[in-house]
């Protein structure tokens, strides 16, 4: 009995731990680094394209996440086979993204990058399934891991850049990356 607590408890360390790294890392590392080193004015403008991110991303990802997730016959479930919903999603947060930032007259360039992130996000939130059928919580926490050290490697990129879309263009093309290195 002793022992089934001792798991929960350290299947929730991890759980809790891997987002709570990737938390503290945004929010008392990163966006501290990104406010000081451009400004509020791109602070702000950041901050406005991660909310778009932050309601396009989640919903989708792990909307199919979930739905793999509960998938009654989960067994004869493969990797690869939500890559069609995936792409049809991030298509969508891309057209969305695109919309907004093509109506406030943002250059291509801008456009197709944010694109991208929003895209890689997308197949960053659904890609935690992976430890959710496994029940893996430590792979789970290096995932948050991996993910942390590229927004963090992302951040110091951003200050000699001068372009915060770093951060999130190696945070999340690192765990995502990552997953799919372990999985092949």
Request: glycine fraction near 6%; charge should be positive; charged fraction near 10%.
């Amino acid at each position: 009995m002793l022992k089934k607590y001792k798991k929960i408890f350290c299947d929730l360390f991890y759980s809790v731990g891997a987002m709570a790294l990737m938390n503290v890392v945004l929010q008392f590392a990163v966006y501290p680094l990104v406010n000081k080193t451009l400004g509020e004015k791109i602070f702000g403008e950041m901050l406005f394209w991660l909310g778009i991110v932050s309601v396009l991303a989640p919903s989708f990802g792990t909307a199919v996440n979930n739905a793999r997730l509960v998938f009654p016959a989960r067994d004869s479930v493969k990797n690869g086979d939500y890559d069609c919903v995936l792409l049809f999603f991030s298509f969508i947060s891309f057209a969305v993204t695109a919309t907004i930032a093509i109506a406030q007259r943002y250059p291509v360039g801008y456009v197709l990058v944010l694109g991208y992130i929003v895209i890689i996000s997308v197949f960053r939130n659904y890609s935690t399934v992976e430890y959710r059928l496994s029940l893996n919580y430590k792979k789970q926490f290096v995932f948050y891991g991996i993910l942390s050290a590229g927004y963090l490697m992302g951040a110091l990129l951003c200050v000699w850049i001068q372009n915060w879309f770093w951060i999130f263009i190696l945070g999340e093309t690192f765990a995502v990356a990552y997953l799919s290195l372990i999985h092949i």
